[in-house]
């Protein structure tokens, strides 16, 4: 989770889409954006766990084999999350 959460900011900051980091808690990364950013965001994301296993692959020379994904959601509170469609 530690290396798509940096993969992540880096990306974001490359793509200057605004939003604010606001937790980082054992699988979860809580961001802060207006709703014109939900879908580049959510795409990011996608991307970032889709590169997760070439990026260990490069960095540690390990061939990791498990599919990664994310699962993304958006709401005014962690309370009224909902999914994509």
């Not at 808690?25 to 959510?42: E, F, G, K, Y």
């Not at 959601?73 to 909902?82: A, L, S």
């Amino acid at each position: 989770m530690m290396l798509a959460r940096i993969m992540a900011y880096k990306r974001i900051k490359k793509e200057k889409i605004p939003c604010v980091f606001r937790s980082t808690v054992h699988d979860s990364i809580v961001l802060d954006t207006d709703n014109a950013h939900l879908v580049p965001l959510r795409n990011l994301f996608d991307e970032v766990f889709a590169d997760i296993p070439k990026v260990i692959e490069k960095q540690f020379g390990y061939k990791w084999i498990v599919p990664m994904s994310c699962e993304s959601k958006y709401g005014e509170n962690m309370k009224e999350m909902k999914g994509f469609k």
